[in-house]
């Protein structure tokens, strides 16, 4: 699987969007981006996935630049329960067969 | 609540004894993990069981014996661990035929070794 790299630790201010960029310079064609955070002690709780078109959910945006090589995930409102730390993760599509490889992550940290 | 339980929540062993993890899904789903995450490390990936087979052993040593009876449960057999092996252990499920698939975690066991 593709590496990637995210910075270790963000701040953002309550209320405020949070942007968590991460670069994925050899990511494959078929290789998906998936964002998971942990918050502390806990399992990882998946947030949103894309292949190259931005995606939204309720949790957040993830938006891929076109030659997919960075991304980067948008909380649109952080709150104190955003504070975790978020995993960027590429990974070959085809389930169990292709393993999920977490990384160190960014530790956002939402400031009231 | 994610679908995935994992008992104990908790659990102090010495070294020579011997305990089990147990982790129940009740999501339907064919593929189970386990990962290791050492304190201030990222996760480690384990095992993997894909339709109850093991698809993946990652180098782990066999004092961690993992066992899949089902597709909805996975166990995690230890004995004579060592001090390092201290960790939370966490078991995560996923369909397991999809082409694009999110892992559901359970909490993790905190496992502390004397």
């Known amino acids: 699987d593709a590496k990637t790299t995210q910075p270790p630790s963000m701040d953002c201010a309550e209320g405020r969007a949070a942007n968590l960029p991460c670069n994925h310079s050899?990511?494959?064609?078929?290789?998906?981006v998936y964002w998971y955070r942990q918050i502390h002690s806990q399992g990882p709780q998946y947030i949103i996935h894309?292949?190259?078109n931005n995606e939204t959910n309720e949790m957040a945006s993830l938006i891929i630049t076109e030659d997919r090589k960075s991304s980067t995930l948008i909380l649109p409102h952080a709150t104190l329960r955003d504070t975790a730390v978020y995993y960027c993760i590429v990974r070959v599509a085809g389930g169990a067969t292709n393993k999920l490889i977490f990384g160190t992550g960014t530790l956002l940290a939402v400031q009231p | 609540e994610t679908g995935v339980t994992q008992t104990p929540r908790h659990l102090v062993m010495g070294m020579t004894n011997k305990k089990s993890l147990k982790c129940e899904q009740h999501?339907?789903?064919?593929?189970m993990y386990w990962y290791k995450q050492s304190a201030k490390k990222p996760l480690e990936l384990m095992f993997v069981?894909?339709?109850?087979?093991?698809?993946e052993n990652n180098s782990v040593p066999s004092r961690f014996s993992p066992e899949c009876p089902n597709s909805s449960h996975l166990f995690l057999h230890l004995h004579t661990l060592q001090p390092e092996d201290s960790a939370l252990y966490l078991c995560a499920s996923e369909s397991g035929d999809g082409p694009y698939e999110k892992l559901f975690f359970g909490s993790g066991t905190q496992l502390s070794v004397l």
């Open positions: 894309g292949l190259k």
């Open positions: 069981y894909n339709f109850k087979e093991q698809t």
């Open positions: 050899t990511i494959s064609g078929n290789e998906y």
């Open positions: 999501l339907g789903h064919n593929a």
